[in-house]
Structure formats: structure tokens, C-alpha cells
């Protein structure tokens, strides 16, 4: 009875979901396209986010393990690709955490120390990454009430940005074109904003790294799917609007738009626009911690599940107090001290470079889903003895169309990357990253 009690239940598998697939500090990118980017918002989430997130509730409700994608892609791949995923779902996140908590450290510069030293910023960046480690060490439990009290936050903030947006365009008129023919997509300088949406709609997998924690997994997962879904896309489209009513789309910045935006927002507000700004950007700023809360737990878990303590004992050391993959936890808060250290040293090109590192993680982050599409495809044919609650309707139709966006959105990334100097630094990271994840697979046969 005890442990039926401590089961995470619908309400949570939704909050927790939505905790990780909104993301607040990236989703302003897209704007820059203009309105058209609420068009390739609902369609991406059509022909990409509906059939992804019915692949992953199959797979979530009928492999219920710990693990996650690493479980799914070994179960229809074998012990190689599995490694390579969980490794690439790992290092995706250990690179993206200095990124996010540099963004946090900014924000918290322009709203209440324009004047701070650098050094101090960096410190705050370090010290909210390692506030991460000490919250996924003390386990799944803390982890998932984290995220489901930011998941409000979240879907509050985008709803303000959505209030405020019309509210402005009564007040002050609309900063941008909005007839009907400015809803049509030009896709001349908006393929690297494609690639930044279908990024920002990933992270329905999540939840199967907790799979087995789940109360009554086959039924609750697909429902979570449905919910979950539906409230992200609008969310999504409805920020964005917000954006749009307020901010000309040529001056939406990618690395601070989220700020400016809401500044600008707040104005409606009078009096109070000052004040409502400070609590909108602190809760806006405790989203972010709790998003690293979210996917650091599923990636450690992914890559805890490939049993690394048989691989490498630094890898796979784990809590004596909390049972937790401990070392996974600090070696991501070392390598995210290095990297925000590396930035702040940086001058001149620093930004650039940063954000070059932040690239390379969003490739990353894409690969592991090469692998999982196909695994759904496999694993409904050579695994029909599983019982499968839900089944999604049209997998193989499904799983080609989730292939495609995704092996395009690497593309993108790599047409996109800009100087020579950045996508030498996205072909070389990449290549040594998976050789890398090679030398764990094969460091695994040997013991």
C-alpha cells in the first residue's frame, strides 16, 4: 500500500511532461520568421509532435522500465545503438545545462544587477548547475515535485505572454503584420527555426526513464500523451502571438528575446508594469532550474539503465544514501563548471563560440531519435507477445514522418551552423562524441 502511495499518478506524468518539453528560454527564437511562425508551429505539430508523441506513449506504456529510449532501443537493437543512444542523450544534456544557466544568469543581470562583475554571473551559472546535482542525487521523488510545480509556472507564464499580447494589440495596435497572407511560411530563412521548433517539441520519452514508478503505466501514459500534447502546442502558439503582438519580428533577439518581450509586454500593465515584470522573470528564471531538474534525470536514467558500472566505475557509481547515479550527476556539474569557466574567459567571440557549444549539444540531442522510430517500428513487429494497452494507429506511417523531421532538422543545423569555424566544430564534436560512446560499448565487452 505503501509504495502504490508514492506512484506517480496522471496529474504528475502530465506536469512532469509538460515540465520538459516547454522550454522558455529557446521558444522565442521562432518568431523571428514573423507570423508565419505560428503556422509552422501547428503545422510541425501535425505532421511531427501528434505522431511522436503516439510512438512514445506505445513504447512508454508497454516497456514501463527505467530507462527509457535506452530500454526501447535495446530491446530492438541490441547492446551497441543503445549504448550510442543513452550516451548521446547524456552528453546532450551535460553540454546544454551551462547554456541554460548562463541564460539565467543574464536575465538575473538585466532585471537586478545591470552592473554585476562577469565573474560574478559565472559564479551564479555554476552554482545553479550544481544545485541541479544536488537535486537528482536525493532521487526521483524530489525530481518529479520540482517539475510538476514549474510545469504551472510554465503554463502560467506562456498564458501571460498570450493575455498580455492581445491586451497590447487593444492598447497600442499590433507590432506586426497579421492578414492573412502574412500566415504563409517562407522558407527562404526559416529552415534553422524549423530545426529550433522540432527541438523545442521533444521530450515525451521522458517519462519512460520513470516508467516503472508510474501508477497503472499502459492506461496512464497514452492519456498523458493526448493531454500533455495538446496543452504544449497551444501554449506554444499562444506565447508566440504574444511575442508577435508586441515585438517587430526583426527585433526579436535569439538569446535575449524572451526578456525584451516580456519587458515590453509589461508595459500595458501601467503602474504595475515594473512589479509584474520582477515576478514574471523570477518564476521565468525558477522554469529553467526545473527543466534541468527534468532532463538531467532522464538522461542520467537512460544512461544508468545501459548497467555503465560494467563499463567504467566513475560512470556507474551510485549513492550509498539515495541509490542515485551520483557520479553521472557530478561529472555533468564538472563539465558544465568547465564550460561556463571557458565562456566568461572568452572575449571578443565568446557569445559565438558559446552558442556554437550549444549547436553541437541540439545535434546531439537529435541523433538518439534515429534510433527510437525505428525501434517502435521493430519492436510491433518481432515483439507481439508484449501486451500493448494502446497501440498507435499507423506506426510505420508515424515513424517515417518523425524520421524525416528529425534527420532534417540535423541537416539544418549543419547548413546553418554559420562560419567555417562552427561546423568544423559541429562535425569534430560530433564524430569524437560517438567514438567516444563506441569506446563505452566496447570498454563494456571487454569486462
Not at 522510430?373 to 510491433?380: D, E, G, T
Request: some cysteine.
Amino acid at each position: 500500500m505503501e509504495n502504490e502511495r508514492k506512484k506517480v499518478s496522471l496529474w504528475q506524468t502530465i506536469l512532469f511532461t509538460i515540465c520538459g518539453i516547454l522550454v522558455l528560454d529557446t521558444f522565442v527564437a521562432p518568431a523571428i520568421i514573423g507570423v508565419s511562425s505560428i503556422t509552422i508551429w501547428i503545422v510541425t505539430a501535425i505532421i511531427f509532435f501528434i505522431p511522436y508523441g503516439l510512438l512514445s506513449a506505445e513504447l512508454g506504456s508497454a516497456y514501463p522500465d527505467d530507462g527509457g529510449i535506452y530500454t526501447w532501443v535495446h530491446k530492438a537493437f541490441g547492446e551497441a545503438p543503445a549504448v550510442l543512444t543513452g550516451w548521446y542523450y547524456w552528453v546532450n544534456v551535460a553540454f546544454w545545462m551551462p547554456s541554460v544557466f548562463v541564460a539565467f544568469a543574464y536575465w538575473f543581470s538585466y532585471a537586478f544587477a545591470p552592473d554585476a562583475n562577469p565573474w560574478i554571473l559565472a559564479a551564479i551559472a555554476i552554482l545553479m548547475c550544481w544545485l541541479i546535482v544536488w537535486i537528482g542525487v536525493r532521487g526521483v521523488e524530489l525530481s518529479v515535485a520540482v517539475s510538476n510545480v514549474a510545469a504551472i509556472c510554465k503554463v502560467a507564464v506562456l498564458l501571460i505572454f498570450g493575455f498580455l499580447g492581445v491586451a497590447y494589440a487593444i492598447e497600442f495596435g499590433l507590432a506586426n503584420d497579421f492578414s492573412p497572407r502574412s500566415f504563409i511560411p517562407s522558407f527562404d530563412n526559416t529552415t534553422q527555426y524549423i530545426a529550433a521548433i522540432v527541438y523545442n517539441l521533444l521530450g515525451f520519452e521522458l517519462i519512460g526513464s520513470i516508467g516503472s514508478k508510474i501508477h497503472d503505466p499502459g492506461k496512464t501514459i497514452p492519456k498523458m500523451t493526448v493531454f500533455a500534447g495538446v496543452i504544449i502546442t497551444g501554449l506554444y502558439v499562444f506565447g508566440t502571438f504574444g511575442i508577435l503582438a508586441a515585438v517587430p519580428a526583426a527585433q526579436v533577439d535569439t538569446v535575449d528575446g524572451f526578456y525584451y518581450a516580456l519587458q515590453e509586454l509589461c508595459t500595458v500593465l501601467g503602474p504595475l508594469s515594473r512589479p509584474a515584470f520582477y515576478v514574471i522573470i523570477v518564476v521565468a528564471m525558477l522554469t529553467l532550474v526545473s527543466n534541468m531538474v527534468t532532463w538531467t534525470l532522464g538522461a542520467n536514467e537512460a544512461l544508468a539503465a545501459a548497467e555503465l558500472d560494467k563499463r567504467s566505475k566513475l560512470l556507474g557509481h551510485r549513492s550509498a544514501k539515495y541509490g542515485t547515479p551520483d557520479g553521472l550527476y557530478i561529472i555533468m556539474g564538472v563539465l558544465s563548471t568547465i564550460l561556463i569557466v571557458l565562456n566568461f574567459s572568452l572575449s571578443g567571440d565568446a557569445n559565438e563560440i558559446f552558442w556554437t557549444i550549444f549547436s553541437f549539444s541540439s545535434v546531439i540531442f537529435l541523433l538518439p531519435y534515429l534510433f527510437m522510430f525505428p525501434a517502435a517500428v521493430k519492436l510491433r513487429k518481432s515483439d507481439p507477445k508484449t501486451p500493448r494497452i494502446y497501440k498507435a494507429p499507423a506506426l510505420t506511417f508515424c515513424a517515417v514522418i518523425c524520421e524525416i523531421c528529425v534527420a532534417a532538422s540535423i541537416f539544418f543545423l549543419f547548413k546553418d551552423a554559420g562560419s567555417g569555424f562552427a561546423l568544423g566544430l559541429l562535425i569534430v564534436g560530433t564524430l569524437l562524441t560517438t567514438l567516444a560512446g563506441f569506446w563505452l560499448y566496447k570498454a563494456g565487452d571487454r569486462k
